[in-house]
Structures are given as C-alpha cells and as structure tokens.
C-alpha cells in the first residue's frame, strides 16, 4: 500500500504563486489567483500571501527563476506560519523536490489541489473510484518528488524483480494499480449504463456549466427536491438525476460536476463516465453566473470540455443565473434606473444573438423569472419528444 501526503489536516496558511507567461497577463494571471485562493480555502487551506512572475517560459528545475524563489523564501522564513505552497500550474516530480528543497515547506500544484478536493467530496463507489485513479494517474510520472515510502504488501521475496531500483518497483506498483481501478471502474460503469438504459424512454436535460454558478440551486428549484448545494467548489461530485413533469411531459433531470479551468487532465479522464449524462442528454441548460467578472472565460471553459465530451452540439439552453446580484454589484447605485434597464436589454440582446435565442435571465435565490424558464426548457423538451416518437402526441400535452 503506497501512503500519499495528506494535504491539509487542519486550516494552513498558503502561499499562493502564479506566472505570467505566453499570452497571459497579469491581470489574467490574478483572476486564476483569486480562483486558486477559493480552493485552497475549499480544501482548508487560507491564502495569506501571492507572487507572480513573468517569464517567457516555466524553469525546468524550480519553475520560477532563482530570485523569485529566494523572495517566496525570504517571506516564508520572516512570517514563520506558512504551511504550503501552491504553484497554479503544473510542477513536474523533481520541480516539486527542487522547491521543497529551498523552501523547506510542502508545495502542490493546482492539480493537486483540485484531487485533494475532489477526494474529500467523493461519497459514492465510483466517484471514490475516479479520484482514487486520476491521483494514481497524476502521481506516477512525479513519483521520485512525491512519495515519502513504500510499504509493499506481502513483502519478501518475489517483490522486488531483479536488479529493480526502489524507484522502479514504485512504478510497477502504481501502474498494476492503476490497472486495476480502471477494471473496478468498468465494471462500476457497466452498473451505471445498465441504470440509464433502464431510464430510456424519458428526454434527458443534464445542468452542465462552471462550478459554483448556482447548478444544484436550481436543480432543486426545477425538481421541487432537495440537493445538497453550498458555496464551495465542486460541491457535488456525483450526478443527480431526478424525474420532473412539466405540464404533464415527464423528463429526467440531472446535476453533473462542475467544469473549472486548468482541469487535470487526469480527471476529465477518469470522470468521464459520471460524465455520461451530459453526453447522452437530449437537451442541455448550461448554467452561467452573470454575476461573476469573468464568466465569458468561464463561459468558454464549459464549451471547451464539452467538445472534449463530443457534446458541444446538442441543443443548448444558456441559463444566467445570479441576475439579481449581478446588477447589485455591476451598476452603480447612483445610476437611474431607466439606464439599468437600457443597458440590460443590451446585454440580454446581445447573448439573444449569440445563442440563437436560446438563452434565460434568472435568479435561482429570488424565484426570478423561473417561470420563463420552465416553459423554455418544456419547450426544448417536447421538441426532443417529437423527434424522438413523432406518433406518440401524448408525451407532448
């Protein structure tokens, strides 16, 4: 059994390090910041301090250039209560050994991170499954960096092949691992198909979109059940399906994860069949938060994976959620109201037009324009039926 460092035990203090390189900038670059501070908080971490730097490209060896790593070094010694440090890109096993090396405190990178979460949420068997196998996935090429101990079961002879290096035998280890959760995996995903096709009757709608935009919310309001939602990132791993009757059309109705930016690539992988709803949906309602400064990124982040998922051509309800807070923060309080409105039709008119009127203004929190939306969506429904069962005109009224 090969142990893994546990990343938070208790609330640490972070440090936070981002690079400006490519075609990023530095705006850009503190805007993933501030998304980096959000995790490390989720997980139990609190950010007290970021550096950013810019390079044409990361260094080989420590990832920032020598000075900046002298200066996250000096800060760390003069305040005496860092924990860890999170780089927001990805480190290779031997940066992160350089690193930790010089700054004699743990550092993780974004993925890191974002499995450390991902490993506290998962409940079920096969969430547990896939993020049990993107951790293996991510940490077999960083092995010589990351791993503290082998502690090898059965031992003795036959486990070590000869001439094998302890570094090598971690390796294979890993790898029969690995091996064996994708088997575990199967079979788990064999169980779930068997459940979906017993449901294929039905139109499925799936909620995609980034993480924390308001998904469970709203699944809640539109299935009138309970689902677990909070104000953390990946609050939900597992897909939620339940079955809502519009106007008697009945349909299944599913939450799913949400996207981020700089997803380990690992764990798309892995997740791709809890991800199966969102490929075998009917419809999808990808849920924005209008409210936050960058949802057009994050707007594009979610379209990006779903072509990943071969889903990016279903039919397609955007959903701006968080309307409500979105003019509190974005419109002065001064500001005459006839302004507002003007300048919200025109945004309402321009996303019109880019989504081919497929689009709703709400605001899951305040019950608003819910309505507009339920017809949307049974709309989008009983088209999908109609396709589907052009004789059966029961299913549509």
């Known amino acids: 059994m090969i142990e893994k460092k546990q990343l938070f035990t208790q609330e640490e203090h972070a440090v936070l390090v981002g690079l400006v390189y490519k075609e990023q900038t530095e705006i850009q670059v503190n805007e993933y ?165 017993d449901r294929g009757e039905f139109i499925r709608v799936a909620l995609v979109g980034y993480t924390n935009v308001g998904k469970s919310t709203l699944m809640t309001l539109l299935s009138k059940s309970e689902v677990f939602a909070e104000n953390k990132l990946f609050a939900t791993l597992d897909t939620t399906t339940r079955k809502v009757v519009f106007e008697q059309t009945p349909f299944l109705l599913s939450d799913t994860v949400g996207f981020i930016r700089k997803l380990p690539h690992h764990l798309v992988e892995s997740f791709k069949s809890t991800l199966d709803e969102v490929r075998e949906a009917d419809v999808l309602l990808h849920v924005v938060d209008l409210s936050h400064p960058q949802y057009e990124e994050q707007i594009a982040v979610v379209n990006h994976t779903l072509a990943e998922l071969k889903a990016g051509d279903k039919p397609t309800i955007t959903v701006f959620n968080k309307t409500d807070k979105y003019e509190t923060e974005a419109f002065d309080q001064w500001l005459e109201d006839e302004v507002k409105k003007e300048i919200m039709d025109d945004l309402k008119q321009r996303w019109q037009n880019e989504t081919k009127g497929n689009c709703v203004f709400v605001s899951a929190t305040e019950k608003m324009n ?11 429904v009983r088209d999908a039926y109609r396709i589907r069962y052009p004789y059966k005109v029961e299913f549509f009224y």
Do not use: C
């Open 370 to 380: 819910i309505d507009n939306l339920r017809q949307t969506i049974l709309n989008a």
């Open 33 to 197: 910041l501030d998304e980096l501070a959000f995790l490390a908080e989720t997980a139990g971490a609190k950010a007290v301090k970021r550096f950013t730097q810019k390079l044409p490209h990361p260094d080989s060896k420590t990832f920032v250039g020598k000075g900046k790593l002298e200066e996250i070094k000096q800060y760390i010694g003069l305040k005496g209560n860092i924990n860890v440090v999170i780089f927001d890109d990805e480190l290779t096993g031997s940066q992160i050994q350089n690193i930790e090396k010089e700054l004699q405190v743990k550092t993780i990178d974004r993925s890191d991170l974002i499995l450390d979460i991902f490993a506290g949420r998962a409940k079920t068997a096969q969430a547990k499954t896939q993020v049990e196998l993107a951790q293996y996935q991510y940490i077999l090429p960083r092995l010589k960096g990351m791993w503290k101990h082998l502690e090898r079961q059965g031992g003795g002879v036959g486990t070590r092949g000869p001439g094998e290096t302890e570094i090598e035998t971690d390796r294979r280890i890993v790898k029969d691992k690995i091996s064996l959760l994708r088997k575990r995996l199967t079979e788990i995903d064999k169980q779930a198909f068997t459940q979906r096709k």
